[in-house]
């Protein structure tokens, strides 16, 4: 069973967290009710689900809700994942163990248990879409709790500088790594992109639907639509038809 820790609860010491974050009003509580329950479905034995959060209301109550850190950054700033970052605090919470990084609008089709056992200190998914960079996708990344709080110590000390550099928080955080030796990617097959690897090529998008790319564990969307606009079959640009995506059904439920 999952850790049923009720949200008030101090921190529990657990050998496996599955974490993400849900802050501002682009996602609601179902976002982050509906990952639970796919973890659930797809990850044996015991887990400790943990949400970061500036709004804990309407989330299920086998989530443990946290507070985001402040990292105090300039006021009105584009966002860019920055938040992300607070993830390596020295101390998070009272938490220990190995967490599991999960965008809240990610669909998990096939099993997790693997995503804890893959060798590296620091797991991420490799770009999509310029693959000879070092750069990876923050959407899933792995790591031991506590164990890089330089990432975030530097990123405070040097904010400017790095903002300069890296147009959001998955470049920098890459970049950081991989200067350590620490970066590694999750095998390609594990976590393909919906928008690059799950919608048929034009002119077959019109009369196939999207599909679930073989292997995939985890599905990512970013860009052009979410879960349930995918389900719809909706995407947010001219002349970029899909058509629905009735397996995100499937598995995105609670």
């Known amino acids: ?46 887990f400790n689900f943990v949400c ?10 086998e989530v443990q809700c946290f507070p ?4 105090d950054l300039p006021a009105n700033i584009p966002e860019r994942g920055w938040t992300k970052l607070a993830t390596f605090s020295a101390d998070l919470y009272g938490l220990r163990g190995t967490a599991l990084f999960l965008d809240v609008d990610v669909v998990v089709t096939g099993p997790l248990d693997d995503f804890f056992t893959q060798p590296g200190d620091f797991l991420i ?3 999509y879409k310029r693959p000879w960079r070092i750069t990876g996708n923050s959407s899933v990344y792995r790591f031991e709790l506590g164990a890089h709080p330089d990432v975030l110590d530097y990123f405070r000390n040097h904010f400017d500088e790095i903002r300069s550099r890296f147009r959001n ?9 991989h200067q350590q030796g620490k970066l590694a990617y ?11 690897h799950g919608i048929p090529s034009w002119p077959t998008n019109y ?26 079959g909706r995407r947010n640009r001219r002349f970029r038809y899909i058509r629905p995506a009735q397996w995100v059904a499937e598995h995105w439920h609670e």
């Open 125 to 127: 998914i490799h770009d």
């Open 169 to 177: 928080e998955q470049a920098y955080l890459s970049d950081f790594l």
């Open 1 to 46: 069973m999952g850790s049923t820790a009720e949200k008030s609860s101090p921190a529990v010491a657990s050998t496996r967290h599955i974490l993400c974050m849900k802050w501002g009003s682009k996602y609601g509580p179902e976002y982050v009710n509906r990952l639970y329950a796919m973890v659930r479905r797809h990850l044996s034995g015991d």
């Open 207 to 232: 009369w196939r639907a999207p599909f679930v790319p073989a292997g995939a564990r985890i599905v990512i969307f970013h860009g052009e639509c979410n879960p349930p606009d995918a389900l719809a």
């Open 52 to 61: 970061l959060t500036d709004d804990r209301s309407g989330i299920r109550s």
């Open 68 to 71: 985001i850190p402040a990292l």
């Open 186 to 196: 999750w095998p390609a097959p594990w976590c393909p992109s919906f928008k690059y």
